[in-house]
């Protein structure tokens, strides 16, 4: 991304916490990796999404569809079935490098890795996860 981009970026992702980039992926890209997330639902590489833990107690975990009917898996993206996911993450690193290096987005400074990538599948059927709040702590 341009300079100015990287700046725009920037500042969204401190006033928002998030940012949208248009055509981050081109078309033909998104339809590859759209293809590779089908075949990689369609091999039975992902699972359904399960819910974990809230009020009921930790380390508890259920499969509920009414609240959540997407499929998952987590990813480095390096795995043989991969490509465009790969592209994608390699892009994404890069993005994130940059607006620390630059100082497009001081608080991008403080990260120093990525977990892997989690990606999710909506089958259809009125496959849904409705709102929600993640909470990483051990609360």
């Known amino acids: 991304l341009s300079d100015?981009?990287?700046?725009?970026?920037g500042q969204l992702l401190e006033k928002r916490h998030y940012a949208i980039i248009d055509n981050f992926l081109?078309?033909?890209?998104c339809a590859t990796l759209a293809a590779e997330v089908a075949a990689a639902h369609e091999a039975g590489i992902l699972r359904p999404g399960a819910l974990?833990?809230?009020r009921n107690g930790s380390n508890l975990t259920y499969l509920h569809d009414s609240?959540?009917?997407d499929h998952?898996?987590?990813?480095?993206?390096?795995e043989p079935q991969w490509t465009m996911l790969n592209t994608?993450?390699?892009r994404v690193d890069t993005l994130v490098a940059q607006l620390?290096?630059?100082g497009h987005a001081p608080g991008v400074r403080r990260i120093g890795g990525r977990s892997r990538a989690m990606v999710a599948c909506y089958p259809g059927d009125g496959a849904r996860y409705v709102r929600h709040c993640d909470?990483?702590?051990?609360?």
């Not at 100015?4 to 970026?9: F, L």
């Not at 081109?26 to 890209?29: A, I, V, Y």
């Not at 909470?135 to 609360?139: F, L, P, R, V, Y």
């Open 88 to 90: 994608y993450l390699t």
């Open 4 to 9: 100015q981009s990287q700046a725009a970026v």
């Open 72 to 78: 998952v898996a987590w990813f480095s993206g390096d």
């Open 135 to 139: 909470n990483a702590c051990d609360s």
């Open 67 to 69: 609240v959540r009917g």
């Open 52 to 54: 974990a833990g809230g």
């Open 26 to 29: 081109g078309k033909g890209e």
């Open 100 to 102: 620390g290096e630059n």
